[in-house]
Protein backbone atom coordinates (compact mmCIF):
# COMPACT_ATOMS: atom_id res chain seq x y z
CA UNK A 1 0.00 0.00 0.00
CA UNK A 2 1.42 3.40 -0.89
CA UNK A 3 -0.27 6.78 -0.30
CA UNK A 4 0.37 10.34 -2.31
CA UNK A 5 0.16 13.61 -1.61
CA UNK A 6 -0.59 17.03 -3.07
CA UNK A 7 -0.95 20.64 -2.55
CA UNK A 8 -3.89 22.50 -4.39
CA UNK A 9 -4.25 26.11 -4.02
CA UNK A 10 -7.48 28.05 -5.66
CA UNK A 11 -8.38 31.79 -5.10
CA UNK A 12 -11.40 33.78 -6.29
CA UNK A 13 -14.30 35.48 -5.31
CA UNK A 14 -17.71 34.84 -2.80
CA UNK A 15 -21.05 36.59 -2.28
CA UNK A 16 -22.81 36.81 0.69
CA UNK A 17 -26.50 38.10 -1.53
CA UNK A 18 -26.65 36.27 -4.66
CA UNK A 19 -27.39 32.64 -4.80
CA UNK A 20 -26.31 32.04 -8.63
CA UNK A 21 -22.71 31.12 -9.50
CA UNK A 22 -21.43 33.40 -12.01
CA UNK A 23 -24.09 36.42 -10.43
CA UNK A 24 -21.79 35.62 -7.48
CA UNK A 25 -18.22 36.02 -8.96
CA UNK A 26 -19.30 38.94 -10.37
CA UNK A 27 -21.18 40.62 -6.95
CA UNK A 28 -17.97 39.15 -4.73
CA UNK A 29 -15.22 40.64 -7.13
CA UNK A 30 -17.19 44.30 -7.22
CA UNK A 31 -17.31 44.09 -3.40
CA UNK A 32 -13.82 42.58 -3.68
CA UNK A 33 -14.86 40.03 -1.22
CA UNK A 34 -11.72 37.51 -2.12
CA UNK A 35 -11.24 33.77 -0.80
CA UNK A 36 -8.16 31.67 -0.77
CA UNK A 37 -7.82 28.13 -0.16
CA UNK A 38 -4.73 25.82 0.10
CA UNK A 39 -5.16 21.81 0.45
CA UNK A 40 -2.86 18.86 1.04
CA UNK A 41 -4.75 16.21 -0.48
CA UNK A 42 -4.02 12.73 1.30
CA UNK A 43 -4.68 9.62 -0.77
CA UNK A 44 -4.19 6.94 1.85
CA UNK A 45 -3.70 4.02 -0.38
CA UNK A 46 -3.18 4.44 -4.92
CA UNK A 47 -4.54 1.91 -5.76
CA UNK A 48 -7.41 1.24 -4.10
CA UNK A 49 -8.39 4.95 -4.98
CA UNK A 50 -7.75 4.73 -8.66
CA UNK A 51 -9.92 1.30 -8.58
CA UNK A 52 -12.78 2.81 -6.68
CA UNK A 53 -13.82 6.50 -8.35
CA UNK A 54 -16.44 6.83 -4.98
CA UNK A 55 -13.32 6.65 -2.92
CA UNK A 56 -12.59 9.95 -0.81
CA UNK A 57 -9.32 11.46 -0.33
CA UNK A 58 -8.66 13.18 2.98
CA UNK A 59 -7.39 16.67 3.28
CA UNK A 60 -5.36 19.30 5.47
CA UNK A 61 -4.69 23.25 4.95
CA UNK A 62 -6.91 26.15 5.72
CA UNK A 63 -9.52 28.77 3.76
CA UNK A 64 -8.70 32.44 4.14
CA UNK A 65 -10.99 35.41 3.47
CA UNK A 66 -11.05 38.46 5.41
CA UNK A 67 -15.17 38.61 5.63
CA UNK A 68 -15.44 34.99 7.30
CA UNK A 69 -12.75 36.36 9.91
CA UNK A 70 -9.47 35.34 8.63
CA UNK A 71 -8.05 32.42 7.96
CA UNK A 72 -9.86 29.13 8.90
CA UNK A 73 -8.03 26.00 9.32
CA UNK A 74 -9.79 22.49 7.72
CA UNK A 75 -10.80 20.51 10.54
CA UNK A 76 -11.66 17.62 8.79
CA UNK A 77 -12.22 17.37 4.48
CA UNK A 78 -12.78 14.75 1.55
CA UNK A 79 -11.94 15.04 -1.93
CA UNK A 80 -13.11 12.70 -4.58
CA UNK A 81 -10.94 12.74 -8.20
CA UNK A 82 -13.40 11.75 -10.51
CA UNK A 83 -17.33 10.96 -9.01
CA UNK A 84 -19.51 9.34 -11.89
CA UNK A 85 -22.21 11.68 -12.25
CA UNK A 86 -23.70 9.24 -13.87
CA UNK A 87 -20.97 7.79 -16.02
CA UNK A 88 -17.48 8.02 -17.17
CA UNK A 89 -18.53 10.90 -19.13
CA UNK A 90 -20.09 12.67 -16.41
CA UNK A 91 -17.81 13.33 -13.61
CA UNK A 92 -17.79 15.81 -10.76
CA UNK A 93 -14.76 16.47 -8.34
CA UNK A 94 -16.07 17.35 -5.39
CA UNK A 95 -14.02 18.84 -2.22
CA UNK A 96 -16.22 18.90 1.67
CA UNK A 97 -14.10 21.18 3.44
CA UNK A 98 -15.67 21.65 7.30
CA UNK A 99 -14.69 25.13 8.78
CA UNK A 100 -15.01 26.79 12.07
CA UNK A 101 -14.88 30.42 12.24
CA UNK A 102 -13.62 33.02 15.04
CA UNK A 103 -16.25 32.69 16.93
CA UNK A 104 -17.01 29.02 16.71
CA UNK A 105 -19.59 28.80 14.38
CA UNK A 106 -19.21 25.79 12.08
CA UNK A 107 -18.71 26.53 8.10
CA UNK A 108 -18.84 23.94 5.63
CA UNK A 109 -17.17 24.70 1.99
CA UNK A 110 -19.06 22.65 -0.76
CA UNK A 111 -17.65 22.82 -3.78
CA UNK A 112 -17.43 20.78 -7.27
CA UNK A 113 -15.58 21.03 -10.76
CA UNK A 114 -18.13 19.87 -13.51
CA UNK A 115 -15.52 17.68 -16.11
CA UNK A 116 -18.42 17.10 -19.14
CA UNK A 117 -17.72 17.66 -22.88
CA UNK A 118 -20.03 20.30 -23.69
CA UNK A 119 -19.87 21.59 -27.29
CA UNK A 120 -16.73 24.29 -26.39
CA UNK A 121 -13.31 23.50 -26.01
CA UNK A 122 -13.11 23.93 -22.54
CA UNK A 123 -11.45 21.33 -21.06
CA UNK A 124 -9.19 23.36 -19.23
CA UNK A 125 -11.62 25.85 -17.82
CA UNK A 126 -13.75 22.36 -16.52
CA UNK A 127 -10.59 20.93 -14.74
CA UNK A 128 -9.80 24.24 -12.69
CA UNK A 129 -13.12 25.61 -12.11
CA UNK A 130 -14.65 24.80 -8.15
CA UNK A 131 -18.07 25.90 -8.04
CA UNK A 132 -18.27 26.83 -3.94
CA UNK A 133 -20.79 27.23 -1.22
CA UNK A 134 -20.11 27.89 2.05
CA UNK A 135 -23.12 26.43 4.28
CA UNK A 136 -24.00 27.05 8.09
CA UNK A 137 -22.88 24.22 10.20
CA UNK A 138 -20.72 20.82 9.38
CA UNK A 139 -23.29 18.78 6.53
CA UNK A 140 -22.68 16.00 5.20
CA UNK A 141 -23.81 15.10 1.12
CA UNK A 142 -27.36 15.65 1.01
CA UNK A 143 -27.89 17.78 4.33
CA UNK A 144 -26.99 20.90 2.03
CA UNK A 145 -30.34 23.39 2.28
CA UNK A 146 -30.65 26.77 0.39
CA UNK A 147 -31.86 28.55 3.88
CA UNK A 148 -28.26 27.46 5.43
CA UNK A 149 -26.59 29.01 2.22
CA UNK A 150 -24.11 31.53 3.90
CA UNK A 151 -22.05 32.30 0.66
CA UNK A 152 -21.59 31.40 -2.60
CA UNK A 153 -18.76 32.02 -5.42
CA UNK A 154 -16.45 30.13 -7.81
CA UNK A 155 -12.60 29.63 -6.92
CA UNK A 156 -9.99 28.71 -9.70
CA UNK A 157 -6.67 27.25 -10.24
CA UNK A 158 -4.02 29.35 -11.69
CA UNK A 159 -1.86 28.17 -14.42
CA UNK A 160 1.33 28.64 -12.05
CA UNK A 161 -1.32 27.07 -9.55
CA UNK A 162 -1.43 23.99 -11.60
CA UNK A 163 2.55 23.46 -12.15
CA UNK A 164 2.81 23.87 -8.36
CA UNK A 165 0.39 21.30 -7.26
CA UNK A 166 2.35 18.97 -9.69
CA UNK A 167 5.89 19.47 -8.58
CA UNK A 168 3.98 18.90 -4.89
CA UNK A 169 2.98 15.58 -5.86
CA UNK A 170 5.23 12.95 -3.52
CA UNK A 171 4.77 9.38 -2.88
CA UNK A 172 5.18 8.07 0.99
CA UNK A 173 5.81 4.30 1.76
CA UNK A 174 7.48 1.83 -0.01
CA UNK A 175 10.47 1.87 -2.01
CA UNK A 176 11.79 3.91 -4.73
CA UNK A 177 10.08 1.51 -7.59
CA UNK A 178 6.59 1.57 -5.60
CA UNK A 179 6.52 5.52 -5.05
CA UNK A 180 7.34 6.04 -8.74
CA UNK A 181 4.50 3.45 -9.66
CA UNK A 182 2.27 5.09 -7.16
CA UNK A 183 3.11 8.46 -9.14
CA UNK A 184 2.88 7.22 -12.41
CA UNK A 185 -0.55 5.57 -11.83
CA UNK A 186 -2.14 8.27 -10.19
CA UNK A 187 -1.73 10.45 -13.51
CA UNK A 188 -2.39 8.14 -15.71
CA UNK A 189 -5.58 7.90 -13.77
CA UNK A 190 -6.28 11.53 -14.35
CA UNK A 191 -5.16 11.42 -18.13
CA UNK A 192 -7.76 8.54 -18.76
CA UNK A 193 -10.19 9.74 -17.18
CA UNK A 194 -9.85 13.17 -19.13
CA UNK A 195 -9.43 11.40 -21.96
CA UNK A 196 -12.47 9.58 -21.95
CA UNK A 197 -14.75 12.28 -20.77
CA UNK A 198 -13.17 14.78 -23.96
CA UNK A 199 -11.82 12.36 -26.81
CA UNK A 200 -15.61 11.69 -28.22
CA UNK A 201 -18.18 13.45 -29.22
CA UNK A 202 -19.16 16.49 -27.17
CA UNK A 203 -22.42 15.66 -25.16
CA UNK A 204 -26.05 16.71 -25.51
CA UNK A 205 -27.38 16.42 -21.79
CA UNK A 206 -24.01 17.81 -20.47
CA UNK A 207 -24.55 20.13 -17.24
CA UNK A 208 -25.52 23.62 -17.80
CA UNK A 209 -22.89 26.69 -17.74
CA UNK A 210 -24.34 27.54 -14.30
CA UNK A 211 -25.07 24.84 -12.49
CA UNK A 212 -27.92 25.83 -9.63
CA UNK A 213 -28.79 24.20 -6.54
CA UNK A 214 -28.51 20.55 -6.79
CA UNK A 215 -25.83 20.46 -9.17
CA UNK A 216 -27.24 17.39 -10.88
CA UNK A 217 -30.16 17.99 -11.21
CA UNK A 218 -30.64 21.84 -12.49
CA UNK A 219 -33.98 21.95 -14.09
CA UNK A 220 -36.15 21.63 -11.16
CA UNK A 221 -34.44 24.21 -8.69
CA UNK A 222 -34.28 22.04 -5.72
CA UNK A 223 -37.93 20.51 -6.13
CA UNK A 224 -39.27 17.29 -6.32
CA UNK A 225 -40.50 17.43 -10.55
CA UNK A 226 -44.07 17.52 -10.61
CA UNK A 227 -44.74 18.74 -7.10
CA UNK A 228 -46.34 21.70 -6.19
CA UNK A 229 -44.18 24.36 -4.54
CA UNK A 230 -44.46 28.41 -3.45
CA UNK A 231 -42.97 30.55 -6.27
CA UNK A 232 -39.72 32.09 -4.59
CA UNK A 233 -40.47 35.66 -4.66
CA UNK A 234 -43.72 35.72 -5.74
CA UNK A 235 -46.72 35.88 -2.92
CA UNK A 236 -49.97 34.30 -3.40
CA UNK A 237 -48.30 32.12 -6.26
CA UNK A 238 -47.11 28.47 -6.49
CA UNK A 239 -45.52 26.73 -9.42
CA UNK A 240 -44.88 23.07 -10.40
CA UNK A 241 -42.01 22.06 -12.49
CA UNK A 242 -43.22 19.50 -15.23
CA UNK A 243 -40.43 17.09 -17.14
CA UNK A 244 -41.81 16.22 -20.57
CA UNK A 245 -39.92 14.83 -24.30
CA UNK A 246 -39.86 17.22 -27.48
CA UNK A 247 -41.11 14.38 -30.39
CA UNK A 248 -37.70 13.76 -31.04
CA UNK A 249 -37.06 12.86 -27.15
CA UNK A 250 -35.48 15.98 -26.48
CA UNK A 251 -36.16 16.54 -22.18
CA UNK A 252 -37.91 19.90 -22.09
CA UNK A 253 -39.58 21.67 -19.05
CA UNK A 254 -42.78 23.22 -18.22
CA UNK A 255 -43.43 25.59 -15.17
CA UNK A 256 -47.30 25.59 -14.53
CA UNK A 257 -48.30 28.71 -12.11
CA UNK A 258 -51.47 29.77 -10.18
CA UNK A 259 -52.73 31.47 -7.44
CA UNK A 260 -53.48 28.58 -5.23
CA UNK A 261 -57.09 27.95 -6.52
CA UNK A 262 -58.57 26.19 -9.86
CA UNK A 263 -58.06 29.12 -12.70
CA UNK A 264 -61.45 30.71 -13.83
CA UNK A 265 -60.05 30.73 -17.61
CA UNK A 266 -57.88 28.39 -20.16
CA UNK A 267 -54.31 27.62 -20.34
CA UNK A 268 -51.66 30.27 -21.63
CA UNK A 269 -48.32 28.87 -22.77
CA UNK A 270 -45.38 31.60 -23.00
CA UNK A 271 -42.38 30.55 -24.83
CA UNK A 272 -39.23 33.01 -24.20
CA UNK A 273 -36.79 34.20 -26.65
CA UNK A 274 -33.18 32.55 -27.65
CA UNK A 275 -30.70 32.31 -24.89
CA UNK A 276 -33.66 32.84 -21.72
CA UNK A 277 -35.81 30.55 -19.60
CA UNK A 278 -39.26 30.07 -18.48
CA UNK A 279 -38.49 31.95 -15.01
CA UNK A 280 -37.59 35.33 -17.47
CA UNK A 281 -41.40 35.61 -17.37
CA UNK A 282 -42.26 35.40 -13.83
CA UNK A 283 -38.82 36.24 -11.89
CA UNK A 284 -38.10 39.75 -12.81
CA UNK A 285 -37.77 42.40 -9.63
CA UNK A 286 -40.55 44.33 -10.58
CA UNK A 287 -44.01 45.13 -8.79
CA UNK A 288 -46.07 42.79 -11.00
CA UNK A 289 -44.94 40.50 -13.83
CA UNK A 290 -46.71 39.43 -17.40
CA UNK A 291 -47.47 36.38 -15.19
CA UNK A 292 -48.69 38.32 -12.38
CA UNK A 293 -51.32 39.91 -14.84
CA UNK A 294 -52.23 36.78 -17.04
CA UNK A 295 -53.01 34.62 -13.03
CA UNK A 296 -55.01 38.06 -11.90
CA UNK A 297 -57.26 37.75 -14.94
CA UNK A 298 -57.79 33.62 -14.13
CA UNK A 299 -55.68 32.28 -16.60
CA UNK A 300 -53.50 28.99 -16.45
CA UNK A 301 -49.91 29.92 -16.86
CA UNK A 302 -47.93 27.49 -18.54
CA UNK A 303 -43.83 28.85 -18.98
CA UNK A 304 -42.01 26.53 -21.82
CA UNK A 305 -38.40 26.11 -21.32
CA UNK A 306 -37.99 24.93 -25.33
CA UNK A 307 -34.39 23.50 -26.31
CA UNK A 308 -33.18 26.85 -26.70
CA UNK A 309 -33.65 27.58 -22.87
CA UNK A 310 -30.22 28.35 -20.78
CA UNK A 311 -31.34 25.39 -17.91
CA UNK A 312 -30.16 23.19 -20.84
CA UNK A 313 -27.09 22.09 -22.01
CA UNK A 314 -25.65 24.30 -24.71
CA UNK A 315 -25.89 22.53 -28.27
CA UNK A 316 -26.94 23.58 -31.80
CA UNK A 317 -30.54 23.96 -32.22
CA UNK A 318 -32.45 25.45 -35.40
CA UNK A 319 -36.01 27.12 -35.50
CA UNK A 320 -37.48 24.32 -37.56
CA UNK A 321 -35.99 22.01 -34.88
CA UNK A 322 -38.26 23.72 -32.41
CA UNK A 323 -40.81 24.72 -34.60
CA UNK A 324 -41.57 20.66 -35.51
CA UNK A 325 -40.45 18.80 -32.25
CA UNK A 326 -40.93 21.35 -28.88
CA UNK A 327 -43.72 23.51 -29.99
CA UNK A 328 -46.14 20.73 -30.68
CA UNK A 329 -45.28 18.15 -27.78
CA UNK A 330 -45.62 21.31 -25.10
CA UNK A 331 -49.30 22.22 -26.74
CA UNK A 332 -50.12 18.29 -26.37
CA UNK A 333 -48.42 18.04 -22.51
CA UNK A 334 -50.72 21.46 -21.24
CA UNK A 335 -53.99 20.12 -22.75
CA UNK A 336 -53.48 16.54 -21.21
CA UNK A 337 -52.76 17.92 -17.90
CA UNK A 338 -55.17 20.29 -18.36
CA UNK A 339 -57.77 18.15 -19.74
CA UNK A 340 -58.59 21.13 -22.04
CA UNK A 341 -59.47 21.17 -25.65
CA UNK A 342 -57.60 24.43 -26.93
CA UNK A 343 -54.95 27.14 -25.54
CA UNK A 344 -53.69 30.44 -26.20
CA UNK A 345 -50.43 31.81 -26.81
CA UNK A 346 -47.99 34.51 -25.33
CA UNK A 347 -44.17 33.99 -27.39
CA UNK A 348 -41.05 36.18 -27.71
CA UNK A 349 -38.23 36.87 -30.49
CA UNK A 350 -36.84 33.18 -31.24
CA UNK A 351 -39.87 31.56 -29.41
CA UNK A 352 -42.16 33.47 -31.44
CA UNK A 353 -40.24 32.90 -34.81
CA UNK A 354 -40.59 28.77 -33.98
CA UNK A 355 -44.12 28.97 -32.88
CA UNK A 356 -45.64 30.95 -35.31
CA UNK A 357 -43.85 28.65 -37.73
CA UNK A 358 -44.97 25.47 -36.21
CA UNK A 359 -48.20 27.60 -36.70
CA UNK A 360 -48.38 28.61 -40.68
CA UNK A 361 -47.27 24.60 -40.80
CA UNK A 362 -50.63 23.29 -39.39
CA UNK A 363 -49.34 21.52 -36.32
CA UNK A 364 -50.72 24.02 -33.66
CA UNK A 365 -54.67 23.17 -34.61
CA UNK A 366 -55.32 23.76 -30.77
CA UNK A 367 -53.93 26.88 -30.44
CA UNK A 368 -57.26 29.34 -30.76
CA UNK A 369 -55.12 33.12 -29.84
CA UNK A 370 -51.67 34.19 -30.01
CA UNK A 371 -49.61 37.13 -28.93
CA UNK A 372 -46.69 37.60 -30.84
CA UNK A 373 -43.86 39.87 -29.77
CA UNK A 374 -40.51 41.45 -31.19
CA UNK A 375 -40.30 39.33 -34.21
CA UNK A 376 -42.02 35.90 -36.06
CA UNK A 377 -41.79 35.26 -40.07
CA UNK A 378 -39.89 38.50 -41.29
CA UNK A 379 -36.81 39.24 -39.59
CA UNK A 380 -35.45 42.95 -40.72
CA UNK A 381 -32.24 43.83 -39.20
CA UNK A 382 -30.21 47.26 -39.34
CA UNK A 383 -27.65 47.41 -41.56
CA UNK A 384 -24.91 47.68 -39.47
CA UNK A 385 -26.21 44.35 -37.57
CA UNK A 386 -26.47 42.78 -41.24
CA UNK A 387 -22.64 44.05 -41.81
CA UNK A 388 -21.93 42.15 -38.87
CA UNK A 389 -23.56 39.14 -39.63
CA UNK A 390 -21.54 39.05 -43.05
CA UNK A 391 -18.28 39.87 -41.11
CA UNK A 392 -18.02 38.93 -38.14
CA UNK A 393 -20.50 35.69 -37.99
CA UNK A 394 -18.13 33.37 -40.86
CA UNK A 395 -15.21 33.50 -38.78
CA UNK A 396 -16.56 33.47 -35.18
CA UNK A 397 -18.59 30.37 -36.28
CA UNK A 398 -15.37 28.62 -36.96
CA UNK A 399 -14.11 29.31 -33.20
CA UNK A 400 -16.95 28.19 -31.35
CA UNK A 401 -20.08 26.33 -32.10
CA UNK A 402 -21.80 29.21 -29.81
CA UNK A 403 -22.18 32.76 -28.22
CA UNK A 404 -22.64 33.36 -24.51
CA UNK A 405 -23.65 36.04 -22.48
CA UNK A 406 -22.08 34.91 -19.34
CA UNK A 407 -18.70 35.12 -20.94
CA UNK A 408 -18.75 38.17 -19.99
CA UNK A 409 -18.32 37.02 -16.35
CA UNK A 410 -16.89 34.01 -16.69
CA UNK A 411 -15.35 32.89 -20.02
CA UNK A 412 -14.03 29.72 -20.88
CA UNK A 413 -11.95 29.64 -23.52
CA UNK A 414 -9.88 32.06 -25.17
CA UNK A 415 -11.19 33.17 -27.75
CA UNK A 416 -14.61 33.37 -25.24
CA UNK A 417 -12.22 35.89 -22.96
CA UNK A 418 -11.16 37.80 -26.04
CA UNK A 419 -14.97 38.15 -27.21
CA UNK A 420 -16.03 39.50 -24.07
CA UNK A 421 -13.01 41.44 -23.82
CA UNK A 422 -14.05 43.22 -26.84
CA UNK A 423 -18.08 43.62 -26.19
CA UNK A 424 -17.03 45.35 -23.10
CA UNK A 425 -14.39 47.85 -25.13
CA UNK A 426 -17.46 48.81 -27.79
CA UNK A 427 -19.95 48.77 -25.31
CA UNK A 428 -21.10 51.86 -23.06
CA UNK A 429 -24.43 51.83 -22.62
CA UNK A 430 -23.73 50.27 -18.75
CA UNK A 431 -20.65 48.51 -17.12
CA UNK A 432 -22.54 45.12 -16.16
CA UNK A 433 -20.23 42.54 -18.66
CA UNK A 434 -22.88 40.04 -19.40
CA UNK A 435 -25.38 43.15 -20.30
CA UNK A 436 -22.20 43.91 -22.72
CA UNK A 437 -22.12 41.02 -24.23
CA UNK A 438 -25.16 40.56 -24.78
CA UNK A 439 -25.96 43.59 -26.79
CA UNK A 440 -22.67 43.03 -28.76
CA UNK A 441 -24.29 39.53 -29.80
CA UNK A 442 -27.96 40.61 -31.20
CA UNK A 443 -27.32 43.62 -33.15
CA UNK A 444 -24.92 46.64 -33.64
CA UNK A 445 -24.98 49.95 -32.07
CA UNK A 446 -26.41 51.15 -28.11
CA UNK A 447 -29.37 49.98 -26.83
CA UNK A 448 -30.21 46.75 -28.93
CA UNK A 449 -31.86 44.27 -26.30
CA UNK A 450 -33.08 47.34 -24.53
CA UNK A 451 -33.53 50.77 -23.39
CA UNK A 452 -31.77 51.16 -20.06
CA UNK A 453 -33.74 54.26 -19.07
CA UNK A 454 -36.41 51.50 -18.94
CA UNK A 455 -34.89 49.22 -16.71
CA UNK A 456 -34.48 49.98 -12.79
CA UNK A 457 -31.34 49.13 -11.11
CA UNK A 458 -32.60 45.59 -9.38
CA UNK A 459 -34.33 44.25 -12.95
CA UNK A 460 -31.05 45.44 -14.76
CA UNK A 461 -28.79 43.48 -12.14
CA UNK A 462 -31.18 40.48 -12.50
CA UNK A 463 -30.60 40.54 -16.06
CA UNK A 464 -27.09 39.35 -15.85
CA UNK A 465 -27.95 35.51 -14.95
CA UNK A 466 -31.26 35.58 -17.00
CA UNK A 467 -29.15 35.28 -20.57
CA UNK A 468 -26.79 32.50 -21.78
CA UNK A 469 -25.93 31.07 -25.47
CA UNK A 470 -27.01 31.34 -28.58
CA UNK A 471 -25.56 28.76 -31.07
CA UNK A 472 -24.03 30.03 -34.34
CA UNK A 473 -26.33 27.75 -35.92
CA UNK A 474 -29.52 29.80 -35.40
CA UNK A 475 -27.53 33.17 -35.58
CA UNK A 476 -26.68 31.83 -39.22
CA UNK A 477 -30.49 30.89 -40.03
CA UNK A 478 -31.55 34.60 -39.25
CA UNK A 479 -28.50 36.18 -41.02
CA UNK A 480 -29.73 34.47 -44.27
CA UNK A 481 -33.66 34.45 -43.30
CA UNK A 482 -32.70 38.48 -42.73
CA UNK A 483 -30.77 38.63 -46.26
CA UNK A 484 -34.24 36.44 -47.50
CA UNK A 485 -37.13 39.04 -45.78
CA UNK A 486 -38.69 35.92 -44.25
CA UNK A 487 -37.77 33.27 -42.08
CA UNK A 488 -36.08 30.38 -44.44
CA UNK A 489 -35.45 27.01 -43.07
CA UNK A 490 -32.52 25.72 -41.63
CA UNK A 491 -32.96 21.76 -42.18
CA UNK A 492 -35.87 19.79 -43.95
CA UNK A 493 -38.14 18.41 -41.63
CA UNK A 494 -41.01 16.34 -42.09
CA UNK A 495 -44.16 18.22 -41.66
CA UNK A 496 -42.62 21.74 -42.12
CA UNK A 497 -43.24 23.41 -45.65
CA UNK A 498 -40.67 24.38 -48.10
CA UNK A 499 -41.26 27.84 -47.44
CA UNK A 500 -43.23 29.38 -44.37
CA UNK A 501 -44.94 32.34 -46.28
CA UNK A 502 -45.52 30.86 -49.85
CA UNK A 503 -48.87 30.26 -48.96
CA UNK A 504 -51.66 30.96 -46.93
CA UNK A 505 -50.94 30.06 -42.88
CA UNK A 506 -52.05 26.50 -42.28
CA UNK A 507 -54.02 27.94 -38.58
CA UNK A 508 -57.41 29.06 -37.30
CA UNK A 509 -55.91 30.85 -34.75
CA UNK A 510 -55.77 35.17 -34.07
CA UNK A 511 -52.65 36.79 -33.55
CA UNK A 512 -51.39 39.98 -32.59
CA UNK A 513 -47.86 40.85 -33.53
CA UNK A 514 -46.19 43.15 -31.04
CA UNK A 515 -43.10 45.41 -30.90
CA UNK A 516 -41.50 48.04 -29.26
CA UNK A 517 -40.85 51.47 -31.40
CA UNK A 518 -37.63 51.59 -30.31
CA UNK A 519 -36.44 47.86 -31.14
CA UNK A 520 -33.17 47.80 -32.48
CA UNK A 521 -32.43 43.88 -33.00
CA UNK A 522 -35.44 43.15 -34.98
CA UNK A 523 -37.17 46.59 -36.56
CA UNK A 524 -40.55 47.69 -36.11
CA UNK A 525 -41.39 46.50 -39.94
CA UNK A 526 -40.19 43.30 -39.23
CA UNK A 527 -43.89 42.33 -37.60
CA UNK A 528 -45.60 44.77 -39.55
CA UNK A 529 -44.86 42.74 -42.78
CA UNK A 530 -45.52 39.54 -40.69
CA UNK A 531 -49.16 40.95 -39.81
CA UNK A 532 -49.49 42.49 -43.48
CA UNK A 533 -48.57 38.60 -44.93
CA UNK A 534 -51.53 37.31 -42.32
CA UNK A 535 -54.00 39.95 -43.26
CA UNK A 536 -53.77 38.91 -47.08
CA UNK A 537 -55.75 36.02 -46.71
CA UNK A 538 -57.45 36.98 -43.46
CA UNK A 539 -58.32 40.40 -43.80
CA UNK A 540 -59.61 42.02 -40.57
CA UNK A 541 -58.69 38.66 -38.02
CA UNK A 542 -55.43 39.61 -37.09
CA UNK A 543 -53.67 43.10 -35.41
CA UNK A 544 -50.54 44.72 -35.30
CA UNK A 545 -49.39 46.99 -31.92
CA UNK A 546 -46.40 49.23 -31.73
CA UNK A 547 -45.45 50.48 -28.07
CA UNK A 548 -44.16 53.42 -27.78
CA UNK A 549 -40.72 54.25 -25.99
CA UNK A 550 -40.04 50.35 -25.32
CA UNK A 551 -37.49 48.20 -27.18
CA UNK A 552 -37.31 44.47 -27.32
CA UNK A 553 -37.59 42.61 -23.83
CA UNK A 554 -37.82 46.40 -22.05
CA UNK A 555 -41.82 44.90 -23.56
CA UNK A 556 -41.88 42.75 -21.18
CA UNK A 557 -39.73 43.64 -17.37
CA UNK A 558 -39.23 47.31 -18.57
CA UNK A 559 -40.82 50.51 -16.42
CA UNK A 560 -44.16 50.70 -17.86
CA UNK A 561 -45.14 47.75 -19.26
CA UNK A 562 -47.53 47.20 -16.82
CA UNK A 563 -49.32 50.22 -18.36
CA UNK A 564 -47.96 50.54 -21.66
CA UNK A 565 -47.50 46.60 -22.76
CA UNK A 566 -49.65 44.04 -20.17
CA UNK A 567 -52.76 45.83 -21.55
CA UNK A 568 -52.36 45.02 -25.74
CA UNK A 569 -51.20 41.61 -24.22
CA UNK A 570 -53.96 40.51 -22.48
CA UNK A 571 -56.51 42.48 -24.94
CA UNK A 572 -54.90 39.69 -27.64
CA UNK A 573 -55.86 36.89 -25.87
CA UNK A 574 -59.43 37.72 -25.68
CA UNK A 575 -62.25 36.20 -27.51
Request: charged fraction near 25%; proline fraction near 6%.
Amino acid sequence: MTSLRFDERMGGWLSFDERSFNRAVLAGERAQIACRAQLRIHVADVDRFVADPELAATATGWVDCDALGGRLPIERATFNLFARAPDDRHLRMRYRLFLRDPVGHELTLSGFKVIEDDPNHDSWSDTTTLFTRLFAGHLEPGQERADAIVATGILRISLPGLVRLMASMAAGEGSVGARLRARVRFGGLFVDRVRRVYAGRWLRDAQTPWPEGDPDQPLYEGYDPGDWHHLPGRDGLRRRIVAFRADDGHPLTLHQINAYREPTRGPVLLAHGAGMRANAFYDPPVPRTIVDALVGEGYDVWSLNWRGSIDFPPHRWSLDRVARYDHPAAVRTILAETSRDELKAVVHCQGSSSFVMAAVAGLLEQVTHVVSTAVSLHPVVSRGARFKQLTVLPVSGMLSPYLDAQWGIRAPTPFAAATARYARLVRHECDDPVCKMLQFMYGSGPEVVWRHDNLEADTHAWVSREFGYAPFRLLRQVSRSARAGHIVPSERLEDLPASYVAQAPDTDARFTFMTGELNKLFLPKSQRLTYEHFDRFQPGRHSHAVVPGFSHLDLYFGSGAESATYPLILAGLED
